[in-house]
């Protein structure tokens, strides 16, 4: 059943539940066609609440008995909500027992209860739960757990939940045979969204660990058999995790066990029920040959925020999912600095610095230009599974980092230490409760006393309350006779829906100066005796000027160092300047980001000239040879170099446009490839030959920093080629593809293949398929390949219907789902946005084909059409009928009728 039109939820309106749950017994009889629950729940009333009916949430239920103390008590459903009116008065507590069945095979919403592959999983975040059994089930209710699952002993001979292991043993036989139970405690209190049960047919990898406090414990890392081989990195990344929580932040593992199931059916990446963490496939199983760089990075950093969720997040959790990003985004900053740490050497780690502020920027960025932007701790909501976005995660992580960055001193000069001690503040005032975004930043401040943030908390916490991507405007001002250098920085904020005027945002800006020939200047500001190479500015209001002394000549700024704030920099340097800093600046985010920036500059300059491209240069020479200098350089990192050549993409282009024709910022970004290609063709020979060859494989930073390297080089290569007909380089690339020791380097010769266009890569797309399609997620990838292809002549949408009927393909899987119609829809602008409107017209069908299947990843989808108000004509008009069309189903979710009505509101 559909609802009628939704009511938003208003933070404003929160209160504290009528009831409390002290513990819960629950016991599953599970069954693939009729699972029976039974839910026994010690309760009592809140005392600080006027008293009322219970009310529990339950959709998809059928309820067979409810009992009050052992006796029968009368009841009635008001919607979706089962309503008790007459229990016991006063606070004592009161035993209510409730049975339910429900039907986990029909399930493909993957909510709730469901079964994958003859294997039964739950995902109860955010209001799962309620598919499961009647409850309160809302964040705030804590409880003690404790779970017995009973089966068929062969069809589900593994029985997991949360918790610790206390019985097992056999039951009397059923009608398919002997049967089994297992009883699973969970010694800490949780909310409901955080349980979790697994059954089937599993194999685990074990590790026993010993915690620095000399306490063992078992990790397990369950699959399907037959992964048992893919799941080494998976575990050596969860031992890893464990030991660097302890030793940053003093938190241990706090179980007795701690396991890792994976599942080919999930509709996120993975889920952090306590002690039983529930994983995508995709961020578990990985071996060389199956798995890229990539692969192996984001098992790494997936199992590191699962697992930091275990304290933030799970042993402190939400009041309400309002402030969804006092665990998503204090986790997301956690697992970014756990990889860094892991990465080891300073270019490793800023590397990936960079490669996540670039996905802050082109996703995050573009969220708060656009309909559905939200501030970090919402308003409202329709639908909180909507709200699981780059905002709450990603810009949720950067206002974390510049907690850290406030709290620095001299002696912490990056906050380290201080954060530090907020966090176990934190957790001293915290541990076991429900508490607030509001919470949290109060206990960092008080820990650093004195501190920036400290000072300015109040006007720090607009970052939680405002939407929207702030705007930095920076000028400079030299004076020779004084010796003096003046930087007058100002912020404003667009207006984002419901947010017309904002207030100032606390900004920290790192800065250094260079001088004209690339020297670090020393920065001194006016009153004060220190002189450092770097110092940060906190801008707390409209505007302020600050004076550094002893200026010797007049510098280039380089100015919000590390991207020291989640903000849009107007510094006004001209291409001079940029080339100082691409060449010099010592910090590795901004010699990146001038580089960056030149690029943009000369892709926006020809938009706005309305250049002929055809065959026309549109990198000036001297940007040219500063790229070639980078990538010849004799020390810098390949990964470095891999991303300081890597154009920016064809989204985040067309973001710093008022009005975007997709196809012309398709073209000009080929034409730049193009040129790149041809004009460096002899030093991107250079670079495949020095970095092809690597030996035994190995994830480490270094070594798949060669291998992107290398993979860029090939793609530039083949680019040249088929402009020039030369057969020879593709011919040398499809032999690598085929010879490859590892699936990095073999789908990097297959991406280059694919990517310019040459015949060879029907060939190779063909043996790629012959030769992994018993594996799933590489064939994710190659359908996400195809669909992502830079389109000629409106090839890609025949080629991705044509591929919808591959016997490969189900819409009901989400990662196959993603992987063809996502990577289309949402990676691939100029093959989606098309004059004839026809990709507007296949993602109007999936969208109402995917919702009636499983909403949370039809609203996903939804959003491919976030920003169709900015888009010229035709597409314009194309793209709201098609969204129009959507808006017009009546029995939309509220899932995808929110997404919709508010990108209808754009325009």
């Known amino acids: 059943m559909r609802e009628g039109q939704p009511t938003a939820i208003q933070l404003a309106a929160y209160t504290a539940p009528a009831f409390w749950i002290d513990t819960v017994d629950l016991t599953f009889d599970l069954d693939p066609a009729k699972t029976r629950v039974l839910n026994k729940m010690r309760l009592r009333r809140n005392p600080d609440v006027a008293a009322q009916p219970l009310r529990l949430d339950g959709e998809e239920l059928n309820l067979a008995r409810v009992l009050v103390n052992g006796g029968g008590t009368s009841f009635k459903m008001d919607g979706n909500q089962l309503v008790l009116e007459n229990l016991p008065e006063g606070h004592d507590a009161f035993d209510l027992e409730i049975f339910t069945t429900c039907n986990p095979e029909k399930n493909t919403q993957l909510m709730g209860l469901y079964v994958s592959n003859e294997s039964f999983f739950t995902q109860c975040e955010a209001e799962g739960f309620r598919r499961i059994t009647y409850f309160l089930d809302r964040p705030d209710v804590m409880a003690s757990y404790t779970v017995t699952l009973r089966a068929d002993k062969a069809k589900y001979p593994v029985l997991l939940s949360n918790g610790n292991l206390v019985e097992q043993g056999a039951l009397e036989d059923g009608p398919n045979g002997p049967r089994h139970f297992a009883k699973w405690v969970d010694p800490h209190k949780k909310p409901c969204y955080l349980f979790a049960l697994v059954a089937g047919q599993l194999v685990a990898r074990e590790q026993r660990i010993v915690s620095r406090s000399g306490t063992e414990h078992l990790l397990q890392v369950f699959v399907r058999p037959g992964d048992l081989d893919k799941t080494e990195h998976a575990m050596n990344s969860l031992m890893a995790s464990v030991a660097w929580d302890e030793a940053r932040f003093g938190l241990p593992l706090d179980l007795e066990r701690f396991m890792i199931v994976a599942t080919s059916d999930f509709n996120m990446g993975a889920m952090e029920n306590k002690g039983l963490n529930i994983f995508n496939t995709k961020y578990v199983l990985a071996n060389p040959a199956t798995a890229t760089d990539m692969d192996f990075g984001n098992i790494e950093s997936v199992v590191g925020h699962e697992y930091f969720h275990n304290w933030t997040g799970n042993r402190i959790t939400c009041r309400d999912w309002f402030q969804l990003s006092l665990k ?5 900053f956690r697992d970014q600095e756990f990889s860094q740490d892991m990465a080891g050497e300073a270019s490793a780690r800023a590397v990936k610095r960079i490669e996540d502020v670039r996905v802050l920027r082109t996703v995050q960025f573009a969220e708060d230009a656009g309909p559905m932007a939200h501030p970090v701790r919402p308003d409202s909501y329709v639908e909180i599974n909507n709200f699981y976005t780059v905002t709450i995660y990603e810009k949720g992580a950067e206002v974390v980092r510049m907690m850290q960055t406030l709290v620095a001193t001299p002696t912490d000069s990056l906050g380290r230490d201080g954060f530090a001690k907020g966090m176990k503040l934190y957790f001293d005032r915290h541990d076991g409760q429900a508490v607030t975004c509001d919470d ?5 401040a008080d820990a650093n006393p004195g501190s920036a943030l400290a000072l300015h908390l109040d006007t ?17 001002a030299y004076n020779a006779a004084e010796r003096t250098y003046t930087l007058t920085l100002s912020q404003s904020c667009p207006a984002t829906p419901d947010q017309d005027r904002k207030a100032p945002f606390v900004i920290p800006v790192t800065l250094g100066l260079l001088s004209r020939d690339g020297a670090a200047l020393p920065l001194q500001l006016a009153g004060s005796s220190e002189a450092a190479p770097q110092h940060t500015l906190v801008l707390t209001e409209a505007s302020a000027s600050y004076s550094f002394v002893n200026i010797d000549s007049e510098p280039v700024p380089s100015l919000l160092r590390g991207f020291s704030a989640p903000v849009v920099l107007e510094d006004g340097l001209n291409a001079d300047d940029l080339l100082i800093l691409l060449a010099h600046d010592s910090d590795p985010f901004n010699q990146w980001e001038a580089g960056q920036r030149l690029m943009l500059q000369s892709a926006l300059v020809a938009i706005q000239q309305n250049k002929d491209l055809t065959g026309q240069p549109v990198l000036s020479d001297a940007l040219v040879a500063a790229l070639r200098n980078v990538l010849r350089h004799p020390t810098l990192d390949a990964a470095f170099k891999d991303l300081a050549l890597t154009l920016p993409s064809e989204n985040y282009i067309a973001d710093q446009l008022d009005v975007v024709d997709p196809q012309r910022v398709h073209a000009l970004r080929e034409t730049m490839r193009l040129q790149l290609a041809s004009a460096l063709q002899a030093d991107w020979q250079w670079a495949w030959d020095a970095h092809k060859n690597n030996g035994a494989y190995s994830p480490d930073a270094k070594s798949a920093g060669r291998r992107a390297l290398s993979g860029l080089a090939m793609t530039m290569l083949c680019v040249a080629a088929v402009q020039s007909g030369d057969a020879v380089t593709p011919g040398r690339v499809y032999q690598q593809f085929k010879d490859a020791g590892n699936m990095t380097d073999r789908f990097n010769a297959l991406s280059a293949l694919v990517v310019s266009g040459h015949a060879l ?6 043996l790629f398929h012959k030769l992994f399609q018993h594996e799933a997620l590489v064939i994710d990838k190659w359908f996400a ?17 044509q591929l919808m009927q591959h016997p490969d393909f189900s819409l009901r899987n989400p990662n196959r789902a993603r992987s063809l119609i996502f990577s289309y829809c949402s990676a691939n602008p100029a093959g989606f946005h098309r004059a004839d409107a026809a990709g507007y017209v296949y ?20 959003r491919a059409m976030d920003r ?3 888009l010229a004509e035709p597409y314009r008009s194309a793209a709201k009928v098609a ?11 509220n899932d995808v009728r929110e997404v919709i009505s508010r990108a209808l509101s754009a325009a």
């Open 328 to 332: 998503e985004g204090l986790t997301v």
């Open 440 to 444: 949290f930043a109060q206990a960092i």
């Open 460 to 476: 720090f916490k607009h970052w939680y309350s405002q939407a929207g991507t702030p705007r930095l405007q920076a000028t400079g």
């Open 761 to 766: 890569a029907q060939d190779a797309l063909a």
């Open 785 to 801: 390949l195809q669909a992502g292809a830079p389109d000629r002549a409106g090839d890609v949408l025949p080629r991705v219907r």
């Open 843 to 862: 993602w109007s069908e999936q969208v109402l084909a995917l919702d009636a299947i499983n909403p949370q990843v039809a609203a996903r989808l939804a």
């Open 868 to 870: 169709w108000s900015r």
């Open 883 to 893: 969204i129009e069309r959507v808006a017009a189903k009546t029995d939309l979710s």
